[in-house]
């Protein structure tokens, strides 16, 4: 009789999780990734049923039998474990389903990658929630394992500062990658740079988060990491950045011939984003005069790229046209007498004076001037004016008052 009830259960047990199931996903037609990802939920509520099932069948056809108690105390740890295993098939199933409206693989994908954070932690918290109630709830139905509860409890405040000492470094890495999650201060796809390496957030887990380094290596850190030591983070407003190609050159460098073949190089690549294209004399000491090209491009691969074909590109361009512009090391011997250095003197004067064939540039300002001399220039100076005279004037009476004596 109780082998009858038992078959009868599970036959009955699969045809409700297959209703169940097939129910589900009628009322949602509209979405198709439930249906691909409802099938991790499959098993698990199949088993599920059918344990409460056969527990059931059990109950009822063998209620006075003495291998009873034992055989259902397995059944329901079995059933503890499948609804655990349910539970983590359901976590999964709404972290696909949410992910699923909202595409990473478009430009402007900042929401994106930040829900995709918090969800990939979310989960990773649940299923470690659900874990845990399922392995205390297997422990409860061993009454041995009850009846020490009691005495525990009694030395709780003992066991808790021993157990919050001993996992105190652990305890601090899962707050401090919750805090990463929901602060926005790293996500998913993020180029950073940490331990003067430059890579993207491949995962951020719950104590550590993993760096997939330019070079295909991969740098694991710390969740406190990012909590407690600065970094950068190119892309946490945005992916557009810029950089700088720097030469140190003679001083007969051609500057305008240099930008000339600077807007060349820059008209011929999809590399950039024509944003910024700057070359100018930052420094000019030492012997040499320092040449620094400023660019911009959509993202940090592109801008790498990019600064790699303009320094090519200007390289061949002063070897071919212009070799006494490379950097060259001058000595001059002391003149024996006035005269011989108002004669060596003389052909410094002559290089002063432009021969009738040689032509001059007028520097244009859009391509010499990084914060003045264009609209996007004066923008661009905007962001390092500071928060305005408003905010000054209240800094500064903020300061006085805190400075000023207390009357009496």
């Given at each position: 009789m ?15 999780s ?18 691909a990802?409802?099938?991790v ?10 344990l409460?099932?056969?527990?059931t069948?059990?109950?009822?056809t063998?209620a006075g039998?003495?291998?009873l108690?034992?055989?259902d ?7 503890i474990?499948?609804?655990?295993w349910?539970g983590?098939?359901?976590?999964l199933?709404?972290e ?26 979310a ?10 109630l ?7 139905t ?21 157990a919050?000492?001993?996992?105190q ?5 899962v707050?401090?990658?919750m ?15 940490v ?7 491949e995962?951020?887990?719950l ?11 991969r740098?694991?850190l710390?969740s406190t990491?990012f909590?407690?030591?600065?970094f ?16 140190d050159?003679?001083w007969?460098?051609p500057?305008e ?5 600077l ?6 690549t ?15 000491t030492?012997g ?14 592109a801008l ?7 320094r090519?590109?200007?390289v ?5 046209g212009h ?12 003149a024996?007498d ?11 004067r ?13 520097p ?8 003045t001399?264009?609209?996007?220039a ?13 905010v000054?004037q209240?800094?500064?009476e ?11």
């Amino acid at each position: 009789m109780p082998f009858v009830a038992v078959t009868l259960a599970v036959a009955a047990g699969l045809f409700l999780s297959w209703l169940l199931r097939k129910i589900v996903l009628r009322l949602n037609r509209g979405r198709p990734e439930l249906q691909a990802t409802s099938r991790v939920a499959r098993r698990p509520l199949q088993l599920a049923i059918c344990l409460i099932g056969v527990r059931t069948a059990l109950g009822l056809t063998a209620a006075g039998d003495s291998w009873l108690p034992g055989v259902d105390h397995l059944l329901l740890i079995a059933l503890i474990g499948s609804l655990a295993w349910l539970g983590v098939a359901v976590l999964l199933i709404i972290e696909a389903v949410v992910l699923g409206r909202y595409s990473v693989d478009v430009a402007d994908n900042r929401r994106a990658r930040r829900l995709r954070t918090q969800m990939i932690l979310a989960r990773r918290i649940g299923v470690a929630l659900v874990v845990v109630l399922a392995v205390g709830s297997v422990m409860l139905t061993f009454p041995a394992i009850q009846a020490l509860g009691a005495g525990l409890l009694a030395s709780a405040g003992v066991i808790s500062i021993v157990a919050g000492l001993a996992a105190q470094t652990s305890l601090v890495n899962v707050f401090a990658g919750m805090q990463l999650a929901f602060t926005d201060a790293i996500r998913v796809d993020d180029v950073v740079v940490v331990q003067k390496e430059w890579g993207r957030i491949e995962e951020i887990t719950l104590t550590y988060v993993v760096v997939h380094i330019w070079d295909d290596r991969r740098l694991i850190l710390p969740s406190t990491y990012f909590t407690t030591t600065p970094f950068e983070n190119w892309t946490r407003r945005q992916s557009e950045v810029m950089g700088t190609v720097e030469f140190d050159l003679d001083w007969r460098a051609p500057v305008e011939d240099m930008r000339a073949e600077l807007r060349s190089v820059l008209a011929g690549t999809d590399l950039w984003d024509e944003r910024v294209g700057v070359l100018q004399i930052t420094d000019a000491t030492g012997g040499f005069v320092r040449v620094r090209i400023l660019v911009s491009a959509a993202d940090s691969a592109a801008l790498f790229d990019l600064r790699c074909l303009i320094r090519e590109a200007m390289v061949t361009f002063l070897q071919q046209g212009h070799p006494e512009a490379l950097p060259q090391q001058r000595w001059t011997e002391a003149a024996a007498d006035a005269g011989t250095s108002s004669r060596r003197q003389q052909p410094l004067r002559s290089l002063g004076s432009p021969g009738p064939d040689s032509v001059r540039g007028t520097p244009d300002p859009q391509e010499s001037q990084l914060f003045t001399g264009s609209i996007e220039a004066v923008q661009r100076s905007r962001a390092f004016t500071g928060p305005g005279d408003e905010v000054f004037q209240e800094r500064d009476e903020s300061l006085a008052s805190r400075n000023r004596p207390l009357d009496r």
